[in-house]
């Protein structure tokens, strides 16, 4: 990965297309997965989203093997996929971008009313 790459994202564009080619491969079960998949794990993503590829990249390869072996999706995710998605994210009580953000918020806040009431 270059600089420039880094720089523009360009290296997560082109991963990224590489998962859905992947995910077009599954059963339409195994896509609907996915789908839920990265709608539960985007929450917990940082502003790029580089730190859930390979999370991202896990979950699909597992995706993948159960369909290869003709396991049904709900045997591998059980049936609540925002509770998978929590777990392989970091658990309960793990930060998401909000959480992130709203720490800042804070932060600046505080320095500022430190400044104007000092």
Aim: net charge negative; with cysteine; charged share 25%.
């Amino acid at each position: 990965m270059t600089f420039w790459e880094t720089i523009t994202g360009s290296d997560l564009t082109r991963e990224y297309k590489a998962f859905e080619g992947r995910a077009a491969a599954l059963p339409a079960d195994y896509r609907a997965a996915w789908e839920q998949i990265k709608l539960h794990t985007s929450p917990y993503g940082d502003f790029t989203g580089r730190n859930l590829m390979p999370i991202l990249d896990g979950a699909l390869g597992l995706l993948e093997e159960a369909a290869a072996e003709g396991q049904s999706v709900h045997e591998v995710l059980g049936d609540d996929i925002p509770g998978f998605c929590t777990a392989l994210t970091g658990g309960e009580g793990a930060r998401t971008y909000r959480d992130r953000w709203r720490e800042q918020l804070n932060r600046n806040v505080a320095k500022k009313l430190g400044r104007l009431g000092g």
